[in-house]
């Protein structure tokens, strides 16, 4: 795909992904989240980052949870980035959808999460840090996007190590499965 040729070739580009186990048989499921960034365009080495999500979660909530790592990333990047534009790639339609439409109303378990990213970008702004959150297809098969890919995958493993973390969707239906079968 040309998405990444030359006009990210001198600018910072992030791929953020999502993984989880066993897609077909559970879903919701182990979920991990997982970034490539090139700071200084797809031509330099990238550097990973991972975040295990949820025991119970879905592709959605992945992919918001891997661009707040990479807006984090870039925040607290020492020495502190200015002046910059950044590409953040995403190959969710949903997760973009919900960050650009955001609103203190939106009726989505994920909204504290969305919040976050909307901060970040208006904090990253404030030093003239451009963020552009671009969609590209699943199977564009970018070095980055497939670098994100295993990373997530990895961090799916550390969220089946760690405390079991679920939704607030999911915490009522438990309670509410709980209360039907007494």
Known sequence: ?????????????????????????????????????YWNGIT??????????SHHSNS???????????????TQKKPAL???QVHILTDCQSALRAIISWSNATPDNNLQIIRSINTLV?????RNININITWIAEQSNLEG????????????????QGPRLISAAQTIHECVKGIKSK
């Open 1 to 37: 795909s040309d998405v990444c040729s030359s006009d990210l070739s001198e600018r910072s580009a992030i791929t953020p992904s999502y993984s989880q186990t066993d897609l077909q048989q559970k879903i919701p499921g182990p979920c991990g989240a997982g970034i490539a960034i």
């Open 44 to 53: 330099d080495t990238p550097v990973t980052h991972t975040r295990p999500v």
């Open 60 to 74: 959605y909530h992945g992919e918001i949870q891997a661009i707040d790592l990479a807006l984090k990333c870039i």
């Open 82 to 84: 200015q002046n910059r």
């Open 122 to 126: 208006d904090t990253l702004q404030t």
């Open 145 to 160: 996007n497939n670098l994100a890919d295993q990373t997530a995958k990895n961090a799916v493993i550390q969220s089946q």
